[in-house]
């Protein structure tokens, strides 16, 4: 079992910056894919990034060139640093975490609470 711990959400005006943690523990050695998403009332939880197993990166196309994901294996932690954000990056942002030991064919995702974003102007 994987828990989940976000960290890093706060109050910031338009243009500023914000460094979000994600921090996983428990059976850590069964994590697979680590992602940050992000929900706005009355909106569909989305992606804004994620990076794999492997290693590959994926970015929503409204994050990219502002946000940056990066993932320390070694410490079980994903970041995400986001720059020059917009009042439509307030969300809560949740970070996922892919358990691959569940089963033998099935992928169980480990959500944390979240932590709010909010972007004034």
């Known amino acids: 079992q994987v828990q989940v711990v976000e960290s890093g959400g706060g109050l910031v005006q338009a243009g500023g910056s914000l460094r979000l943690s994600c921090a996983a523990s428990g059976d850590t050695i069964c994590i697979s894919n680590m992602g940050w998403y992000r929900q706005a009332p009355g909106k569909e939880r989305e992606l804004v990034a994620a990076?794999?197993?492997?290693?590959?990166?994926q970015y929503a196309d409204s994050a990219k060139g502002r946000f940056t994901a990066s993932r320390d294996n070694a410490e079980n932690t994903l970041n995400l640093q986001m720059n020059n954000l917009k009042p439509e990056d307030t969300a809560v942002y949740y970070c996922k975490v892919g358990d691959r030991c569940y089963s033998d064919d099935l992928i169980f995702d480990s959500w944390g609470r979240g932590t709010q974003v909010t972007v004034s102007s």
């Open positions: 990076i794999s197993g492997n290693g590959n990166t």
